[in-house]
């Protein structure tokens, strides 16, 4: 299925309690910006590419950031501007760079897993490239994502992801050679009986040590770099 479907259909309507909850989310994320110093310097704009219900556009709207949200999920963004509706959102595809182009920001942030999604490594330097273009010296880019290069081609890993009474959701992840198949099952207690509802789609397997190429290929400078539990999380800054 692809990913834009899987989200309107399946995992929008799931996706806040999934994470587990909407204001833990965002209390991280605010803890994540204060820690390493992201407050506006110069153009004061920022863009979150890929910005799901905000959980990071949201900290930085309140840190003082004008942010434009970028996604092709309309259910979250209703639901991102339900909470804040100053932020600007902009419903379509983060490849598709005429649509958010043009606004000088200091800041862009492609988090919580968003740049595995994209359909494949092409994509994901080409999605490089466009930020050290738009960005203003000085700038900075956080990327955020799972790290799924390590497994073994052909392993099956079950991620039990939330449940509660009456609701359960897991994840199903299959590695293949360059992605990971990713089925997401949703068991839910209607009347006493259990409901069961799934979506699969696909994520990229990509390597730290490929981004830290790509990034230092367009001209970033890494400023940090943390590779662990499963995550990546990298800051890279756009000399002056
Ligand atoms: C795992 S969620 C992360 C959302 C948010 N960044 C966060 O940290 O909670 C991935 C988000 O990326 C969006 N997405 C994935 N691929 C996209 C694309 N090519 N263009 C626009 N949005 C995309 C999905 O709709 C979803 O909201």
């Given at each position: 299925m692809p990913v834009r479907e899987h989200y309107d259909r399946f995992l929008a309507g799931e996706y806040a309690w999934m994470a587990g909850g909407f204001e833990i989310n965002l209390d991280r994320n605010r803890r994540f910006f204060h820690e390493m110093g992201i407050v506006p310097r110069s153009s004061n704009t920022a863009l979150d590419l890929?910005?799901?219900?905000?959980f990071a556009a949201i900290p930085l709207a309140e840190a003082g950031f004008r942010v434009t949200a970028v996604d092709f999920c309309r259910p979250l963004l209703d639901e991102l501007v339900r909470y804040a509706p100053d932020i600007v959102t902009v419903e379509g595809?983060?490849?598709?760079f005429p649509l958010w182009?043009?606004?000088?920001?200091e800041l862009i942030i492609c988090m919580?897993?968003?740049?595995?999604?994209?359909?494949n490594a092409g994509s994901v330097q080409d999605l490089l490239r466009q930020c050290y273009a738009e960005l203003v010296p000085g700038g900075r880019f956080i990327l955020a994502l799972r790290d799924y290069s390590r497994e073994v081609e052909g392993s099956v890993v079950v991620i039990p992801v939330q449940r509660e009474q009456d609701r359960i959701f897991l994840c199903r992840l299959e590695y293949q050679a360059d992605h990971v198949g990713v089925k997401d099952v949703l068991y839910s207690r209607e009347s006493g009986s259990w409901e069961r509802s799934y979506g699969e789609y696909r994520k990229l397997r990509i390597a730290p040590a490929f981004l830290e190429r790509e990034l230092e290929r367009e001209g970033f400078r890494i400023e940090k770099n943390t590779v662990g539990e499963g995550h990546i999380t990298m800051i890279v800054i756009k000399e002056l």
């Open positions: 890929g910005a799901g219900c905000g595809d983060i490849l598709d182009a043009g606004r000088n920001p919580g897993d968003t740049l595995t999604h994209l359909p």
